[in-house]
């Protein structure tokens, strides 16, 4: 039950457990030439992820309680990888790292990730597997969590891709990166003066 409540806790928050974070990376951000030819990758990937994701799912990957989604998806990016949104995630928020040139910081994402991750993905898991049974227990046991794999799902659902779904649930997102970054070579250039 403890478990439960820190996962529904973290579930209803996560839209704002990247504040501080963010706060740190432009404090600490000196960004030179070769880290943005390294993260700028990191965070293509990581968008590109959550377009594809969010072009499947809708905008119920923006929701504040379980019970949101259209259905269970198993095309597009699920039939690879049963958390590509977490993943898109990750990998943006490495490149960020990236691009500021803060490594220290990727140990501080990767135990926040997991810390805040896990729990919310067991109650996901719990609630799907209440909601959808046997064929969610099939995918998950076929589909991995983190690491995609190149062999897609057997059985894909239905959903259909909609580019225009995805750019309105991924607005903020996108409007997040181009500001994180511009207030990084915004901070890098108040120094240089």
């Known amino acids: 039950m403890i478990s439960s409540k820190i996962g529904n806790f973290f579930f209803k928050i996560r839209s704002f457990t990247p504040i501080p974070f963010i706060f740190a990376l432009l404090y600490f951000a000196k960004p030179a030439g070769y880290t943005v030819v390294i993260g700028i990758p990191f965070i293509l990937v990581g968008e590109f992820l959550r377009i594809w994701a969010v072009g499947y799912a809708g905008a119920s990957t923006r929701a504040r309680t379980l019970g949101a989604a259209r259905d269970l998806v198993t095309t597009g990016p699920y039939s690879y990888v049963r958390?590509?949104?977490y993943l898109g995630n990750f990998l943006l928020s490495l490149g960020v790292c990236l691009v500021a040139n803060v490594y220290w910081l990727v140990a501080v994402l990767?135990?926040?990730?997991?810390?805040?991750?896990?729990?919310?993905?067991?109650?996901e898991e719990a609630y799907l597997l209440e909601a959808c049974g046997s064929v969610y227990q099939t995918y998950q046991e076929q589909i991995p969590r983190f690491v995609p794999q190149f062999r897609p799902y057997p059985e894909p659902s239905d959903h259909d891709f909609s580019f225009a779904r995805a750019l309105k649930s991924e607005k903020r997102t996108l409007t997040a990166?181009?500001?994180?970054?511009?207030?990084?070579?915004?901070?890098?250039a108040i120094n240089v003066l």
């Open 83 to 85: 958390n590509p949104l």
């Open 110 to 123: 990767i135990i926040g990730y997991f810390f805040q991750y896990l729990p919310i993905i067991a109650v």
């Open 177 to 188: 990166i181009v500001c994180v970054i511009g207030l990084i070579f915004a901070r890098q």
